[in-house]
């Protein structure tokens, strides 16, 4: 038995923010270039990388260890639906989303990969979303997620909703897009043979 790398971009992700970790506790602290300011330096390259890298960053191993248990359980199973590369483009715009709204809004950091956990939730469940029909469990899970966020806003807890709340609509917006599009690339004569087997 040989043990697969079968989800090249999740198990990417989950090792590099990994060893970011293991170095901050070893003491080589690199938080600056795996966090996103509140500022933006239009002048400096970094700021540019920190758009996307701040969700590499963590702020300890239970932070980590509670967005890299959902990475991990739902991240294989979207990678193997839409591929490596799709998948990858994904997570880094919500990444640039998340951290640019997060400059134009806020004046605190962000760091972590909150808003891709609820990318990847949200994501998961419209995965087998079928053209001209809204999954029940995408409205079900929808409701709950924003609900609570929404609800949490007004807690003074560290934790930045307005991630959550933005990687959510990143995944709803990736789910039904692509979900289009995938319907859109399936032949006359398979399509054909998809709806004379569900009749």
Not at 68 to 94: D, N, V
Not at 107 to 115: C, I, P
Not at 125 to 147: C, D, E, M, R, Y
Not at 159 to 178: D, R
Request: with cysteine; net charge negative.
């Amino acid at each position: 038995m040989k043990i697969q790398y079968n989800a090249p971009v999740v198990l990417t992700f989950t090792f590099i923010s990994a060893a970011v970790l293991l170095l901050k506790e070893f003491g080589i602290d690199l938080t600056y270039f795996f966090s996103v300011g509140g500022q933006m330096n239009f002048l400096d390259p970094v700021d540019y990388m920190r758009l996307f890298t701040h969700v590499i960053g963590h702020a300890n191993v239970e932070h980590f260890v509670n967005n890299f248990t959902f990475i991990l359980l739902l991240g294989p199973i979207l990678e193997e639906k839409y591929g490596s590369k799709r998948l990858f483009t994904m997570l880094a715009l919500t990444a640039l989303i998340t951290g640019v709204l997060n400059i134009v809004m806020f004046d605190t950091s962000l760091l972590g990969a909150s808003g891709v956990v609820f990318m990847f939730i949200i994501l998961s469940s419209v995965v087998n979303v079928q053209k001209g029909h809204i999954p029940l469990t995408f409205i079900l899970i929808a409701i709950i997620f924003f609900g609570q966020e929404i609800f949490n806003v007004f807690a003074n807890d560290n934790i930045s909703q307005f991630a959550h709340i933005l990687g959510g609509i990143c995944g709803s917006l990736f789910g039904f897009a692509f979900s289009k599009k995938n319907n859109s690339e399936i032949p006359p004569s398979i399509e054909s043979e998809n709806l004379f087997m569900q009749e």
